[in-house]
């Protein structure tokens, strides 16, 4: 289980991007994150795993608090929690493959991951999670030379490398186009259906709300405003998160989200 407790995260310059926002996760749900832009999605995803320190409050994951966890402790603990990052941050003059092996950088013995050098089980071990995203021909490839949606492939990739019980991803689809937007997120219900790996998800599109989300949370201005079940996310439910003078955006005449006018 997966315990935020009274999270706040103020930046310097006085800007307050999480406000006392508290929630629990069970183990195997598929959460998605809502709000607009600038609500603490991203924030809160960062404080997760650590990649930004909250100011106030405690996370808590399977009884170890990530909050208060300093150097192997926390080195290990990072191990279990994939991230996947809506710019697919990877190190585009590098092949897949390279990419890939990244993910076991937390595995890896300090001065062979200097030298990016790895254990023939983990060579294996990525091109088999290439097969599972069904890019195994990219091995070789540069991943500039991918499109947007091969791209986020790699990232999962990467990201299944560190055998994860939690995946945490950050608005993964949004610079997709709606095909291949189902694409990702049907790799990502895999995952947590047939892995029982937790997934927490920030998404902005309705439809990709209701078809894969087991349980929804929603921002605004940094506070926890809705938690529940994809169908009580009614339009007034929605206004409630993205503000009274929200109206509804159709993307491709499916895909639809709410922002602010």
């Given at each position: 289980?997966?315990?935020?407790?009274?999270?706040?995260?103020?930046?310097?310059?006085?800007?307050?991007?999480?406000?006392?926002?508290?929630?629990?996760?069970?183990d195997?749900?598929?959460?998605?994150?809502?709000?607009?832009?600038?609500?603490?999605?991203?924030?809160?995803?960062?404080?997760?795993?650590?990649?930004?320190?909250?100011?106030?409050?405690?996370?808590?994951?399977?009884?170890?608090?990530?909050?208060?966890?300093?150097?192997?402790?926390?080195?290990?603990?990072?191990?279990?929690?994939?991230?996947?990052?809506?710019?697919?941050?990877?190190?585009?003059?590098?092949?897949?493959?390279?990419?890939?092996?990244?993910?076991?950088?937390?595995?890896?013995?300090?001065?062979?991951?200097?030298?990016?050098?790895?254990?023939?089980?983990?060579?294996?071990?990525?091109?088999?999670?290439?097969?599972?995203?069904?890019?195994?021909e990219?091995?070789?490839?540069?991943?500039?030379?991918?499109?947007?949606g091969?791209?986020?492939?790699?990232?999962?990739?990467?990201?299944?490398?560190?055998?994860?019980?939690?995946?945490?991803?950050?608005?993964?689809?949004?610079?997709?186009?709606?095909?291949?937007?189902?694409?990702?997120?049907?790799?990502?219900?895999?995952?947590?259906?047939?892995?029982?790996?937790?997934?927490?998800?920030?998404?902005?599109?309705?439809?990709?709300?209701?078809?894969?989300?087991?349980?929804?949370?929603?921002?605004?201005?940094?506070?926890?405003?809705?938690?529940?079940?994809?169908?009580?996310l009614?339009?007034?439910?929605?206004?409630?998160?993205?503000?009274?003078?929200a109206?509804?955006?159709?993307?491709?005449?499916?895909?639809?989200?709410?922002?602010?006018?």
């Amino acid at each position: 289980m997966l315990i935020v407790e009274n999270l706040t995260k103020v930046f310097p310059g006085g800007t307050v991007a999480l406000k006392n926002v508290s929630f629990q996760v069970e183990d195997g749900e598929f959460l998605a994150v809502i709000g607009l832009s600038g609500s603490g999605k991203s924030t809160l995803l960062r404080c997760i795993n650590r990649l930004i320190d909250p100011t106030e409050g405690r996370v808590i994951w399977h009884d170890q608090d990530i909050t208060a966890a300093q150097g192997q402790e926390l080195r290990h603990i990072r191990r279990q929690i994939g991230m996947i990052f809506q710019q697919f941050n990877l190190v585009k003059r590098s092949t897949v493959l390279t990419n890939v092996l990244a993910g076991r950088l937390g595995y890896a013995h300090p001065i062979w991951s200097l030298f990016h050098i790895f254990p023939k089980e983990d060579y294996e071990r990525a091109y088999a999670n290439l097969e599972r995203v069904g890019i195994p021909e990219k091995a070789h490839v540069r991943a500039d030379q991918l499109s947007g949606g091969q791209q986020q492939r790699v990232a999962i990739a990467r990201a299944l490398m560190q055998e994860p019980k939690l995946m945490l991803a950050d608005e993964p689809v949004a610079s997709l186009d709606p095909v291949l937007a189902h694409s990702i997120l049907r790799y990502l219900e895999t995952l947590n259906k047939e892995d029982g790996i937790t997934v927490i998800c920030s998404l902005h599109f309705l439809d990709l709300v209701h078809r894969y989300a087991t349980r929804v949370i929603g921002l605004k201005d940094g506070e926890l405003v809705f938690d529940g079940h994809p169908s009580e996310l009614t339009p007034e439910k929605f206004k409630e998160v993205y503000g009274e003078e929200a109206e509804m955006v159709t993307v491709s005449g499916e895909m639809n989200r709410y922002e602010s006018r």
